[in-house]
């Protein structure tokens, strides 16, 4: 009765409101959007609305379409959950109906402050913005608005079909995420966000998106930075004539009696069923495509065309890119590139297993090396780029690391015991908040740098970077340039 006491007086005054700012009233902080007035919650100093809809549910006949504006309304709605994950085969939970966002703020803190978004991973057929990891109450409570976005995944997120993909493509995910994009810029000012001063920053799948989001013309100017997180750089997309050929195979796979005219009707249970049949095979069997509109090249291709967007960004890996998925990822870089375990022990002398010369071959290949090349790209372009090494593992973990993909993460947004992150240390949580700060500050500003934090050179000019070790953080230069080159020169041939 209390609870419906407080809706009903935070309604009344939401009338007498008029005004597009977020307000606190009492412990019920809440906005008015296009798509009604949203009454979120609140945990110590942040405010939370969670489980908001940017689209409306890609369901029915509306699967594999590009997503569609919600309906106005003047409705007040809690926001207090989270939406459901995008279907996946990880999550039983996981729904079809899953075009929601999150967003934290500072309660009680006047805007317009700046907004960051974040992409998640996954491979592009998991993950979610739901994820414990991913909750953003320390960024927020620096004063920072944060946004964390669910998309659409594997066959419902990439499928490309010649006659189920009638808009000409099948990046629905990436549709989904232009989608969320404009959502923030219409409606963030409502939340106390300022919609000129947008970051967009993921790791993994999630960088993947960005830069292609950089390489967009269609999203110019719906944000203004960039922090790409693991960016498997040289990637090589899909033509639409082999995306075709895949989404012909996964329709065949569906069964003899799922036509094109009734494939939107097929429950999810099958769907998946099919994902990952198709998956076993080929693990990276659902990503973007080159369709010649949203996606018109490579990202490798597009930086070095100048395409992207000339704006500040923050580009970088981890020392140790593997995780409990890599192994077909690894097998596939030393079969696609010739290499011999005698001539990996040439470029890393100091390693004897064969197991973690091929590690160090795949981090290196897929992701140190591409990202070095997209820095010196976007710097060559004139804008400002701060590249960086991540090499510290938290002190716990030492003596037994785990796979380093997705390490970062933790020390971003400073989350602890929770699945996937651990309980820090001392200078665990040192580290940490500096790392943060330096994501905070290059959100506010363009540039990572503040006081108390070590120096980070910019990229441009030559190799620099900021080395995250055990030991230290410090600019520097590439201390792995010469065997950097050498895995260049082999891209190249």
Same mark, same amino acid.
């Given at each position: 009765m209390r609870s419906l006491l407080a809706l009903i007086v935070?309604?009344?005054?939401?009338?007498?409101?008029?005004?597009?700012m977020a307000q606190p009233v009492g412990q019920f902080p809440f906005a008015l959007t296009r798509e009604g007035q949203m009454l979120g919650g609140v945990e110590g100093e942040v405010a939370f609305f969670k489980g908001l809809a940017y689209a409306a549910p890609p369901v029915g006949p509306l699967r594999w379409r590009s997503p569609e504006a919600t309906a106005e309304s003047s409705e007040m709605r809690t926001a207090y959950e989270y939406g459901a994950p995008c279907l996946q085969p990880s999550l039983p939970k996981a729904s079809e109906d899953?075009?929601?966002?999150?967003?934290?703020?500072?309660?009680?803190?006047?805007?317009?402050?700046?907004? #960051?978004?974040?992409?998640?991973?996954?491979?592009f057929v998991g993950g979610t913005a739901n994820d414990p990891m991913f909750d953003a109450a320390k960024l927020a409570q620096a004063g920072l608005i944060v946004v964390t976005v669910n998309f659409r995944l594997g066959a419902l997120g990439w499928l490309t079909h010649p006659a189920l993909s009638e808009d000409g493509s099948g990046n629905y995910g990436l549709m989904d995420q232009i989608a969320a994009l404009h959502w923030v810029h219409d409606n963030i000012a409502a939340f106390g966000g300022d919609p000129g001063n947008?970051?967009?920053?993921?790791?993994?799948?999630g960088a993947t998106s960005i830069a292609l989001l950089m390489l967009c013309d269609e999203v110019r100017g719906l944000f203004q930075k960039a922090i790409l997180q693991s960016v498997p750089g040289r990637v090589r997309l899909r033509s639409r004539q082999e995306a075709e050929a895949w989404g012909?195979?996964?329709v065949a796979t569906l069964g003899p009696d799922a036509k094109e005219t009734?494939?939107?009707?097929?429950?999810?249970?099958?769907?998946?069923?099919a994902e990952?049949?198709?998956?076993?095979?080929v693990p990276l069997g659902f990503a973007p495509t080159i369709d010649g509109s949203l996606v018109r090249e490579d990202i490798a291709a597009g930086f070095a065309a100048g395409h992207e967007g000339r704006i500040p960004l923050i580009i970088g890996s981890n020392d140790d890119e593997t995780d409990f998925d890599s192994e077909p990822d690894i097998a596939e870089a030393l079969a696609s590139s010739g290499t011999a375990v005698d001539d990996l022990r040439k470029l890393y002398p100091d390693l004897a297993k064969a197991s973690d010369l091929a590690a160090r071959f795949y981090t290196d290949k897929v992701f140190s090396e591409p990202v070095r090349l997209l820095a010196r790209l976007h710097a060559a372009s004139g804008a400002p780029t701060f590249r960086y090494r991540f090499a510290y593992v938290p002190e716990a973990r030492r003596t037994n690391p785990d796979g380093g993909h997705g390490r970062e993460l933790q020390f971003?947004?400073?989350?602890?015991?929770?699945?996937?992150?651990?309980?820090?240390?001392?200078?665990?949580?040192?580290?940490?908040?500096? #790392?943060?700060?330096?994501?905070?500050?290059?959100?506010?500003?363009?540039?990572?740098?503040?006081?108390?934090?070590?120096?980070?050179?910019?990229?441009?000019?030559?190799?620099?970077?900021?080395?995250?070790?055990?030991?230290r953080t410090a600019s520097g230069d590439d201390p792995f340039a010469e065997r950097l080159d050498r895995l260049a020169s082999e891209s190249r041939k």
């Open positions: 935070v309604s009344a005054f939401l009338c007498l409101a008029g005004s597009a899953c075009l929601t966002l999150n967003v934290f703020r500072p309660f009680g803190v006047d805007g317009p402050l700046p907004v #960051m978004m974040f992409i998640h991973g996954g491979a947008v970051t967009l920053f993921g790791n993994g799948a012909l195979q996964f009734n494939a939107r009707a097929i429950g999810p249970a099958r769907l998946l069923a990952k049949k198709l998956l076993a095979k971003i947004f400073g989350v602890e015991g929770v699945p996937g992150a651990g309980i820090f240390s001392r200078r665990d949580r040192e580290l940490a908040s500096r #790392m943060r700060s330096y994501w905070i500050n290059f959100a506010r500003s363009g540039d990572p740098n503040g006081p108390d934090l070590p120096r980070w050179d910019a990229a441009a000019g030559g190799d620099r970077l900021l080395l995250v070790t055990n030991d």
